[in-house]
């Protein structure tokens, strides 16, 4: 999943009357309604700019577009496949292929691929991350997403600091390299005494150098990713896809996540659960100087009121940059009634014409390159450089999130042990626990 939402959002319908579940007509005999569903409220609304040319397209086919909150998304789909009404296709995430596939719930697409030319090389990423463990082609990708950092400019200013010093930040588990000169400098206790100054109190620190990188997920996508790739550490280990064990007992990790805690112990960057607000709105308070987030934050976290924030790459580490990519995809539920009809809609936001209309607003990175460069210039025509999510994904700086078997449980039984650790309720002979439930897991 490319975010946590920790507040449910409430079903949204995007086209005219309720968008029903399942493959249910409407209108005369000769009209058919394809639903479609995400739990991004804004690519909701970027995809709905689509439905005009699609619909122009295809007369008699009418598109539902529904979105829901994460935390509600991924129930409902499941008991719509236990009642046969989920809906014709939906977005999906790489970690549940496995499930959604083993099970028969989604569609293998290679038939429909061949039958209509469907033509995939279109896609720069995303296309691999989609096949099950029998070689077949289960999504039609619709995005990307990395991290990237954030940082509040008269801060950095203020700091005697520019920007080039923040996109050029090294970093190393030893000494932290400039990113932790950066950081200890930016953050500022009660007193006004800089983190890197005699004097500093870090039990009453008024802004912090960075956002917390203690998230309590599986993989850190947005979080301690982008620093421990940099050392050559990846989810899967040698396995690029379906590993049966998670290296969390990788020295190279445990030294990273020791390093990212140290953080909070000396003060630079906010205790796990410290604050409950978006990175936007922490930067907005001037709570930190710097986020660490999704890609997807760039439209929110530049545009604050008041407040200049310009982007700039994750830290280079030893083995240059690196981070984890998640591609999100199409999946069309194997009980639909209107396979043509959903394909068709399948494909076209699947078209560098969706991608490029749907994409402009930057509420997702088309996995379409020529399509992605028109999100790019865009947002620069309107004053927001976002061009070094180009430059990551041409210089090879990401890798894609390794599918598995059974990526819920994963997240369901891994989560709650960073949380120990990240809290202190754990010390680092968690990790070792950490990967070995992990192979039993994955060996099921």
Known sequence: MRRQITTAIALVGLTAGLAACGSADSGSSDEVTVNWWTWDERQAASYEKCLPGFEEENPGITVNISQYGVEDYFTKLTAGFVAGTAPDAFQNSVPLLGEYAGQGQIMPLDDLIEETGYDLSVFDIGVDSWKYTDGKQYGIPLDWAASAIYFNTAMVEDAGLTAEDIRTMTWNPDDGG????????LTVDANGVRGDEPGFDKDDVATYGINSLTANDYNGQVTWSSFVSTLGWRLGGEDAAWPTRIPYDDPELVETLEYVR????????????????SGAEQMGSGSVAIVQGGTWDATTITKIPDVEVEVAPTVEGPEGRMMISNSNANNVFAGTEHVDETWKWVTYMGSEACQSTAGADATFLPSIGSALQETIDTQAEDGLDLSSFVQILEDGEIYPTPPLAHGQEIADTIQPMFEAYFTGQRDKDVFPEMATKSEAILSE
Do not use: I, K
């Open 178 to 185: 400039t990113f932790d000169d950066v950081v200890a400098h």
């Open 262 to 277: 140290s953080l909070g112990d000396r003060g630079f960057m906010p205790d796990f659960g410290e604050f409950t607000v």
